[in-house]
């Protein structure tokens, strides 16, 4: 039983436009990761997050803890966002449940 | 300092063979953890590795088991290989593998069972 939801899974955007990435998981966790993975497989830890909101350059991340549900945002989008975006929930001791991904695709 | 690191790269076995793919953390990291990607499950949690000891395990069969040494370096062994076990094989250091910490990945092992 997956228990991380992720939408939507494929997304298609223009350059300059701000995305949206949604993530819903079903039980209490400890902390919820946002992963970027590009083609080749290598894999990025962008955000860690058990409460509130985290901004790096142009992303950000939320997560509603009595909603159970994390959002990652990305404004102004740029080719070199393409990607896939993972959200993954854990709990203790590294456990990780991952969603399906997101596969991001930016155009020029 | 040096990424996470994972030997080999890329491996072709065949079925009923066994495997041993190798994780070395980043120094001075001391949680190993373990994880398969395969286009249709996605990504799914192995094991995961503290000071020499399992503290977690996914819902994978007996075939699939690791170690840890004393110098936080991990293997990960797949034993009587099923076409189903080809994947990218990815294993991820952290500090101390609290909850909170954050975690690197490597650049994965990509298995292709024939």
């Known amino acids: 039983k997956n228990e991380v939801e992720q939408s939507p899974q494929n997304l298609t955007a223009q350059e300059g436009e701000f995305i949206t990435i949604n993530c819903s998981y079903s039980?209490?966790?400890?902390?919820l990761h946002w992963l970027q993975q590009h083609p080749g497989g290598g894999i990025v830890s962008l955000f860690m997050l058990s409460s509130g909101k985290k901004k790096h350059g142009r992303l950000i991340a939320t997560i509603n803890i009595q909603e159970k549900h994390s959002s990652l945002h990305i404004t102004a989008s740029h080719p070199r966002d393409s990607a896939v975006y993972i959200c993954a929930s854990v709990y203790n001791f590294n456990k990780f449940y991952f969603g399906s991904g997101t596969k991001l695709n930016v155009k020029p | 300092k040096a990424g996470v690191t994972q030997t080999p790269r890329y491996l072709i076995k065949t079925r009923g063979q066994q495997v041993t793919l190798s994780c070395s953390p980043i120094s001075g990291h001391r949680s190993v953890s373990w994880y398969q990607q395969t286009p249709g499950q996605g990504l799914q949690f192995l094991f995961e590795?503290?000071?020499?000891?399992?503290?977690n395990k996914g819902n994978f069969p007996g075939r699939f088991s690791g170690r840890q040494f004393s110098n936080s370096r991990s293997e990960m062994n797949v034993s009587t290989l099923e076409l189903g076990d080809s994947a990218l094989y990815l294993c991820?250091?952290?500090?101390?593998?609290?909850?909170?910490?954050?975690?690197?990945f490597g650049p994965g092992t990509r298995l292709t069972v024939l």
């Open positions: 039980v209490g966790i400890s902390a």
């Open positions: 991820a250091s952290s500090l101390v593998g609290d909850t909170y910490n954050e975690q690197f």
């Open positions: 590795y503290f000071s020499e000891t399992q503290r």
